[in-house]
């Protein structure tokens, strides 16, 4: 038997074997870099408005106007 002939010139297995490796790691590294590189979108983030809570007036100014308006219904009926 003849000696086994490599493709590409390899003298032996462990030169095609290490090259194919090292192809088979540089295109899985260029899909990871891809994969990352596509991971987020092109459209504008959303961005929620903050939620403002505002406080309550105090009890008081809520008695005092319907109190200035009975006043003033009492003012004119005593006319």
Do not use: H, N, Q
Not at 14 to 20: A, G, I, K, P, Y
Not at 48 to 56: D, G, K, L, S, T
């Amino acid at each position: 038997m003849g000696a086994c002939r490599w493709p590409y010139g390899f003298e032996t297995a462990s030169e095609f074997l290490e090259d194919t490796m090292k192809k088979l790691v540089l295109a899985a590294a260029l899909t990871a870099a891809a994969s990352t590189a596509y991971a987020g979108s092109m459209a504008d983030p959303i961005i929620e408005a903050p939620v403002i809570v505002e406080e309550a007036a105090s009890s008081s100014a809520g008695i005092i106007i319907p109190l200035l308006v009975l006043a003033a219904i009492v003012a004119v009926a005593m006319d």
